[in-house]
């Protein structure tokens, strides 16, 4: 069964940091590009980063670049999402989701339209 699942959110103050996991179970990740994607409360799911399968070009929203850092380990099957300086605007369920070898442009700025497999969420509270 083709799975994904996050992990690892949390309660943080602002300025704090969380490291999200994105782990992959019946597949493997090595020919696919993993987006990080967020939806908060009354808004639409919107891109964070993205990595791709091919020579691990990343890409950032504007709002997370210098703060959040996108990184793979294929060999444990699993993509990070390093989140640093978080501020209360960050709170938001954090998805990760697939597309193949290339982040896809079109479905990082349109909430993830194209991307196929996608995890349950994890939480991010940023708050003091």
């Known amino acids: 069964q083709v799975q994904l699942a996050e992990s690892w959110g949390g309660f943080v103050q602002p300025g704090g940091s969380l490291r999200l996991s994105c782990a992959a179970s019946?597949?493997?990740?090595?020919?696919?590009?993993i987006g990080w994607f967020r939806q908060a409360p009354g808004k639409e799911r919107e891109g964070v980063s993205c990595?791709?399968?091919?020579?691990?070009?990343?890409y950032y929203a504007n709002f997370v670049k210098g703060r959040f850092t996108i990184s793979r380990d294929n060999a444990k099957n699993t993509v990070y999402l390093q989140m640093n300086s978080l501020k209360p605007e960050d709170t938001a369920v954090y998805y990760c989701?697939?597309?193949?070898?290339?982040?896809?442009?079109?479905?990082?700025?349109?909430?993830?339209?194209?991307?196929?497999?996608w995890g349950q969420g994890t939480q991010v509270t940023v708050s003091s």
């Open positions: 990595i791709s399968s091919t020579d691990g070009s990343t």
């Open positions: 019946g597949f493997t990740l090595d020919y696919y590009a």
């Open positions: 989701a697939t597309v193949p070898y290339y982040c896809s442009a079109y479905g990082f700025s349109h909430g993830g339209g194209d991307f196929g497999s």
